[in-house]
């Protein structure tokens, strides 16, 4: 009886492949391995073998590559024609100021990152600091020369503008939400070579305290970022910005350690560019008080746990701390709830709020533990 419920079923059952088959031939769309939706994987055949490739990236690059600029810089250096003019013997018998002199010109290179159609672009300070001349040549090949809109020293950031149509601003991610371990990728020029793109993962984030700048708050990487990367990007796997790629560890004074980036979170950085944009300069909060970290001593001395806080040695007379009665002698160590640390992190804190916001301190006066409110006021300028 099995056998021939088997031979009654198994012509229908041929039947209903070969048509599957043929429309599968016919109309290829309907395979879901075809569809715009599918993660592209692409697989290969060795030795009769099938094998799985690794997911591309190339669909983010392509989304992200054309924001990416290379910036060339030029400086003007004067130099005397003969290294004997160099001599002190020569120049105390001769007067210096009437040694010819010579101008030559010094390149750099460097990386950016179009934000806006209208042609502002961000990159690092240090690429374009001191330059007389600079170039922004796009992923097409077109070339402009930019001006300085203006820069943000504690941030090394720099804003530059370009007269060229049918720019394409690169996707804003969501630094916020990165993780460490998510995948990153590094698009810039090193060396000079042309763009390049590396790949990574998020090694840390918020990264404070390693004297690169001022103001410090850093996405760390592993992927690959060499000389000539800085003011580039660092991309999610969507090709949308994450970070302004900053800074090499190995060229703050730490050749031994490889394959540590540092980058300015985007979203940091597009605020610097828009501040820098309406008015003239970044607008940060001030709370108005001088501060050193907490010494293990100072904690003793403190009766305090940890070294966790940072003692307030001067109050700006009517600014927000003032106003809100704090005074010298004071040990902050928290604000909005998260614990200040050595200092460094509060004050982050801080400059990232803007001037009118409320924020919760949280400090010990005589033992004791309390809590008042600031209102934040603009930063004043200084220098």
Same mark, same amino acid.
Request: glycine share 10%; no cysteine.
């Given at each position: 009886?099995?056998?021939?419920?088997?031979?009654?079923?198994?012509?229908?059952?041929?039947?209903?492949?070969?048509?599957?088959?043929?429309?599968?031939?016919?109309?290829?769309?309907?395979?879901?391995?075809?569809?715009?939706?599918?993660?592209?994987?692409?697989?290969?055949?060795?030795?009769?073998?099938?094998?799985?490739?690794?997911?591309?990236?190339?669909?983010?690059?392509?989304?992200?590559?054309?924001?990416?600029?290379?910036?060339?810089?030029?400086?003007?250096?004067?130099?005397?024609?003969?290294?004997?003019?160099?001599?002190?013997?020569?120049?105390?018998?001769?007067?210096?100021?009437?040694?010819?002199?010579?101008?030559?010109?010094?390149?750099?290179?460097?990386?950016?990152?179009?934000?806006?159609?209208?042609?502002?672009?961000?990159?690092?300070?240090?690429?374009?600091?001191?330059?007389?001349?600079?170039?922004?040549?796009?992923?097409?090949?077109?070339?402009?020369?930019?001006?300085?809109?203006?820069?943000?020293?504690?941030?090394?950031?720099?804003?530059?503008?370009?007269?060229?149509?049918?720019?394409?601003?690169?996707?804003?991610?969501?630094?916020?939400?990165?993780?460490?371990?998510?995948?990153?990728?590094?698009?810039?020029?090193?060396?000079?070579?042309?763009?390049?793109?590396?790949?990574?993962?998020?090694?840390?984030?918020?990264?404070?305290?390693?004297?690169?700048?001022?103001?410090?708050?850093?996405?760390?990487?592993?992927? %690959?970022?060499?000389? @000539?990367?800085?003011? !580039?990007?660092? $991309?999610?796997?969507?090709?949308?910005?994450?970070?302004? *790629?900053? +800074?090499?560890?190995?060229?703050?004074?730490?050749?031994?350690?490889?394959?540590?980036?540092?980058?300015?979170?985007?979203?940091?950085?597009?605020?610097?560019?828009?501040?820098?944009?309406?008015?003239?300069?970044?607008?940060?909060?001030?709370?108005?008080?001088?501060?050193?970290?907490?010494?293990?001593?100072?904690?003793?001395?403190?009766?305090?746990?940890?070294?966790?806080?940072?003692?307030?040695?001067?109050?700006?007379?009517?600014?927000? %701390?003032?106003?809100? @009665?704090?005074?010298? !002698?004071?040990? $902050?160590?928290?604000?909005?709830?998260?614990?200040?640390? *050595?200092? +460094?992190?509060?004050?982050?804190?801080?400059?990232?709020?803007?001037?009118?916001?409320?924020?919760?301190?949280?400090?010990?006066?005589?033992?004791?533990?309390?809590?008042?409110?600031?209102?934040?006021?603009?930063?004043?300028?200084?220098?």
């Amino acid at each position: 009886m099995w056998m021939r419920a088997f031979e009654y079923l198994r012509w229908p059952a041929v039947f209903g492949l070969l048509m599957a088959l043929i429309i599968l031939q016919l109309f290829p769309e309907l395979n879901p391995r075809n569809s715009p939706t599918a993660p592209h994987n692409p697989s290969f055949n060795v030795m009769g073998q099938q094998y799985e490739g690794m997911t591309s990236y190339a669909d983010a690059v392509n989304r992200a590559a054309p924001s990416v600029v290379n910036i060339f810089t030029r400086k003007k250096i004067n130099r005397t024609t003969h290294r004997l003019f160099n001599d002190p013997l020569f120049r105390y018998f001769y007067n210096s100021a009437d040694i010819p002199r010579q101008e030559r010109m010094q390149s750099a290179l460097g990386s950016g990152v179009i934000i806006s159609e209208q042609g502002y672009l961000l990159t690092n300070n240090h690429v374009i600091y001191g330059a007389d001349e600079i170039v922004v040549q796009l992923q097409d090949g077109r070339e402009s020369k930019a001006r300085v809109i203006g820069v943000d020293l504690e941030n090394d950031l720099a804003v530059l503008k370009i007269e060229l149509d049918n720019l394409k601003a690169i996707p804003i991610g969501s630094p916020q939400t990165a993780q460490v371990g998510d995948i990153v990728l590094a698009i810039g020029n090193p060396f000079g070579m042309g763009q390049t793109v590396t790949q990574g993962i998020i090694s840390a984030t918020g990264r404070y305290g390693l004297g690169i700048s001022v103001f410090e708050n850093f996405i760390q990487t592993d992927a %690959a970022i060499n000389p @000539g990367n800085s003011g !580039g990007a660092l $991309i999610d796997v969507h090709g949308n910005l994450l970070g302004i *790629n900053t +800074a090499i560890l190995d060229r703050i004074g730490n050749s031994d350690l490889n394959g540590v980036g540092l980058a300015v979170p985007a979203d940091t950085a597009v605020r610097t560019l828009k501040d820098i944009v309406e008015f003239g300069r970044v607008v940060r909060g001030w709370l108005g008080v001088d501060a050193q970290s907490l010494t293990p001593q100072l904690a003793h001395s403190f009766q305090l746990d940890s070294t966790n806080g940072v003692l307030i040695t001067r109050i700006y007379n009517k600014g927000p %701390a003032h106003v809100a @009665g704090l005074q010298p !002698g004071d040990v $902050i160590v928290k604000i909005n709830d998260e614990p200040v640390g *050595n200092g +460094a992190r509060g004050r982050q804190q801080i400059q990232e709020s803007r001037p009118g916001e409320t924020v919760d301190i949280e400090f010990y006066r005589n033992g004791k533990l309390e809590r008042v409110q600031a209102i934040l006021e603009k930063k004043p300028v200084t220098g």
